[in-house]
């Protein structure tokens, strides 16, 4: 899209190599994280992985108050604790089995 976008303005600038760059990073950790997904999906149940992979607004939160200063409302904490909980009752495995749902 870059390319088709500096095709047209037909000039170059710093700028639009600052973008290249961001979009180039951008594509490589996208692809890197769809490879990892599916790793993931071979030895986890897809409702596992899916919701783990689904908790990254979690991180943005953390990672934006952490390095940009951002604050965090009290209502994205409870979210966030929200998020946090539901992802350890994910990992852990209390030993239910789907049997006892059988009629």
Do not use: K, M, Q
């Not at 303005?9 to 769809?34: I, M, N, Q």
């Amino acid at each position: 899209a870059l390319a088709c976008l500096w095709l047209c303005l037909g000039r170059w600038h710093a700028a639009s190599a600052l973008c290249f760059c961001w979009a180039l990073l951008s594509g490589v950790f996208l692809g890197l994280s769809t490879v990892l997904y599916f790793f993931a999906i071979e030895d986890e149940s897809a409702s596992s992985v899916s919701g783990l992979e689904n908790t990254y607004p979690v991180l943005v939160c953390v990672l934006a108050a952490l390095l940009l200063g951002e604050r965090v409302s009290p209502l994205g904490g409870v979210g966030i604790a929200v998020t946090v909980v539901g992802v350890v009752l994910l990992s852990v495995d209390v030993g239910f089995s789907r049997s006892y749902l059988r009629c």
